[in-house]
């Protein structure tokens, strides 16, 4: 039986992304969609990249553009970089990338490069990093960054009166278009979580491996889940974005 199976934010978490793979038992016949945010945070971010470079020839992958992918590629293309960056996990990624080769840097630029800011299915599901915008759905979004940037549909999705039914004219459009939609970018544990969380039909899958929290991978059909250890317990040496 195939699988859709969803990866939330690794934030260079390798040894984490080993973890779930095998927690999950990862087939051939399985569909990995990616949320995007694959570098910043622990220390392995050029590890990661090269990993699902490969991973991509061996199995179906799908893999989203994430804002923290966008900020790395811009900087290994200009050189150029913000403090706001390097505060949140930019600064070790660039010290990561010390010993990566020019000729990996290309390929790591092509494959961030080649992301997608979305990937709606045959179900109606729509997977994405942030979000969107346009109250007529994403094909219609103004601003592509949005798609990796934007927090107002989780924080949307979390402030919804679940009494208001779908039908009335004041229920959030947004929530209307789609089957699910299965975000990163925004981690649970910002709401004290450390496990998918859904909301309206949202699902974030988030669960902070940047911070203290396990990445996680879950099957998008019926939501069973496996998680690595928590994150900072796997490179005690590191702090993360902590």
């Avoid at 923290?68 to 590629?73: A, G, K, M, V, Y």
């Avoid at 992301?115 to 109606?124: I, K, V």
């Avoid at 278009?177 to 004290?192: D, N, W």
Wanted: hydrophobic share 35%.
């Amino acid at each position: 039986m195939s699988r859709t199976l969803v990866i939330g934010d690794i934030h260079g978490a390798f040894k984490a992304l080993q973890q779930i793979l095998e927690r999950a038992a990862v087939t051939r016949n399985d569909l990995l969609i990616f949320l995007g945010d694959y570098v910043d945070g622990w220390g392995q971010s050029p590890e990661v990249i090269d990993f699902l470079i490969q991973l991509k020839q061996e199995y179906q992958c799908i893999f989203m553009r994430g804002n923290h992918d966008d900020l790395l590629t811009d900087w290994l293309k200009t050189g150029s970089h913000t403090e706001q960056w390097f505060m949140h996990g930019g600064r070790v990624t660039t010290q990561s990338y010390i010993k990566v080769s020019d000729g990996q840097k290309e390929q790591h630029i092509d494959f961030m490069e080649n992301l997608q800011n979305y990937h709606l299915d045959d179900d109606n599901r729509l997977f994405v990093h942030a979000g969107f915008t346009n109250l007529n759905g994403v094909q219609n979004e103004y601003f592509s960054k949005m798609f990796y940037w934007e927090r107002t549909l989780w924080e949307t999705a979390l402030a919804l009166d679940e009494t208001i039914p779908k039908n009335d004219p004041s229920y959030p459009k947004r929530f209307t278009l789609y089957k699910e939609v299965f975000i990163g970018h925004t981690p649970v544990t910002r709401i004290g979580e450390t496990v998918p969380i859904n909301k309206a039909n949202v699902w974030n899958v988030d669960t902070g491996a940047a911070f203290k929290g396990p990445l996680t991978i879950m099957d998008a059909n019926t939501k069973e889940y496996w998680q690595s250890d928590p994150v900072h317990l796997l490179y005690p040496d590191e702090n993360g974005r902590n």
